[in-house]
C-alpha cells in the first residue's frame, strides 16, 4: 500500500483491504462487510494523530521472540507483517497474544493511554485482529470451523462497536 498522509487514512485503507480478503475468502458476505466497514466511518475520526507513527512488529508471540538461556530477550524475527502506525494496533495485538502482561508495561516503561477515544481504538485494533484470522484460517490452514469462530467473534464485537455509538448519539 502506498504511504498515507495520516493514520486514519492508512488504517482506513488497511480495513478495507482486510475485510475485502474476508469476503474474497468466504466468511463475510459483501453486506456483512459494508457494515464494518460503514462501522469504521462512524468512528474514523478517532483514529487522528496518537503522536508520531512508530515502527511496529504486528506478531509479536512467543515463537517470534528470541530469549537467551538467562531469559533475556535478545531479538525478534518475523518482520513480514511490520508497519509504521498508532503503537495501540500492536498492544492489541500483544493483548490478543497473552503478552500484555504487568511484566510487559513494567519493562515498556509508559502507561498505556486508557482514555475512551483510545478504548474504542483498542476495540477496533482488536476487532482487526480477529478480521485478520478469517482468511489465515481459510487460505493456510483449511480451517472452515476455526474461521467461524473468529467471525462471530467479530460480528459479536461490531455489534458492541455499534450499540456504544447509538448510546452516545441518544446521550
Known amino acids: 500500500m502506498e504511504p498515507q498522509?495520516?493514520?486514519a487514512a492508512a488504517?482506513?485503507?488497511m480495513w478495507n483491504k482486510l475485510l475485502d480478503d474476508v469476503v474474497v475468502c468466504g466468511c463475510y458476505t459483501i453486506q456483512e462487510a459494508q457494515g464494518m466497514r460503514d462501522l469504521l466511518d462512524l468512528y474514523i475520526e478517532l483514529f487522528g494523530p496518537p503522536g508520531d507513527p512508530l515502527l511496529l512488529h504486528m506478531d509479536v508471540w512467543s515463537?517470534?521472540?528470541l530469549i537467551d538461556d538467562a531469559g533475556n530477550v535478545t531479538g525478534l524475527v518475523d518482520f513480514d507483517r511490520a508497519l509504521w502506525g498508532d503503537v495501540?494496533?500492536?498492544f492489541a495485538v500483544l493483548d490478543y497474544?497473552?503478552?500484555s502482561e504487568p511484566a510487559f508495561w513494567d519493562g515498556y516503561g509508559a502507561p498505556r493511554d486508557t482514555s475512551p477515544e483510545a478504548m474504542i481504538r483498542?476495540?477496533?485494533y482488536l476487532l482487526y485482529?480477529?478480521?485478520k484470522y478469517m482468511p489465515i484460517r481459510i487460505w493456510r490452514r483449511n480451517d472452515p470451523a476455526g474461521a467461524r469462530?473468529?467471525?462471530q467473534q467479530s460480528l459479536a464485537l461490531g455489534v458492541q462497536l455499534l450499540s456504544g455509538h447509538v448510546q452516545e448519539l441518544s446521550a
Open 63 to 65: 515463537q517470534n521472540i
Open 149 to 151: 469462530h473468529y467471525k
Open 5 to 7: 498522509p495520516t493514520w
Open 97 to 99: 497474544c497473552g503478552i
Open 11 to 13: 488504517f482506513h485503507i
Open 129 to 131: 485482529e480477529l478480521l
Open 122 to 124: 483498542r476495540q477496533f
Open 88 to 90: 495501540e494496533i500492536e
